[in-house]
């Protein structure tokens, strides 16, 4: 059995000019929210429960487990107060699965979790790039395993933010949780990520290389939405 975990808590503090008033998770693509887009493509990938982290207007999700039977929706209260290490410790009753786990404000072009799906843990990664401010790249050795993480690089495979953990692996991750000190604010500020980015000669962890970087969109501020809607062609509402 294989499930879905998607972190919607956010402010998207970013696109403030949008998410004042609208999660950017609900911003709507040809009538689509991101979200329910991810949702449906989850569930078409054979996905039998898509668990959902909520804290910003978590009012504006609860139809979501109306109208989905597959979805578990799951509050962070903490969500305006940590990064997502507390979305990952929100959802960990539910690390009975193997897990997709995503942010929900990725807009994906195509089915990516049926495309990119397989029966081992992996990050999605987008193909070798150069730029312009530093992300996070992975070092890969030549069978695609994690070696290390370089979390202030310039040039590489970077993370898209779509990653799928085996439910074994997910066993070492709710571990991790469980030694955060949440009073500790270095800690509470963690991207879950973080939790194992120095422990990769314990586990196995791959990745996979996106065929072609459009595959994933991602709103960071007004500019990427103008971007869209011109490439695209599309509507976009919120």
């Not at 786990?101 to 150069?130: C, H, M």
Request: charged share 30%; net charge negative; aromatic share 14%.
């Amino acid at each position: 059995m294989k499930q879905g975990i998607i972190l919607a808590a956010g402010l998207g503090r970013r696109l403030k000019e949008v998410t004042f008033k609208t999660p950017k998770s609900l911003i709507r693509v040809d009538g689509v929210p991101i979200l329910e887009r991810n949702i449906q493509y989850m569930i078409d990938s054979g996905c039998a429960r898509v668990v959902i982290v909520v804290g910003y207007m978590k009012e504006r999700f609860s139809y979501l487990a109306g109208k989905y039977k597959e979805v578990v929706i799951v509050e962070n209260p903490d969500y305006d107060s940590t990064n997502t290490v507390s979305s990952m410790n929100c959802a960990s009753r539910y690390f009975d699965y193997d897990s997709f786990v995503t942010t929900a404000d990725i807009y994906l072009r195509e089915n990516l979790f049926q495309k990119y799906g397989d029966d081992y843990s992996f990050y999605l990664l987008r193909p070798y790039d150069n730029f312009e401010k530093p992300d996070w790249v992975a070092v890969l050795d030549e069978n695609n395993r994690f070696v290390s993480v370089d979390t202030r690089a310039i040039e590489g495979f970077s993370y898209t933010g779509i990653s799928f953990w085996k439910k074994k692996d997910l066993d070492y991750i709710k571990h991790k949780l469980s030694l955060v000190d949440w009073e500790n604010e270095k800690e509470r500020q963690q991207y879950w990520d973080e939790l194992h980015i120095h422990d990769y000669s314990t586990f196995e962890l791959h990745a996979k290389i996106l065929k072609d970087d459009n595959e994933i969109y991602e709103f960071d501020d007004m500019s990427d939405i103008e971007k869209l809607q011109k490439t695209d062609s599309v509507t976009i509402e919120w």
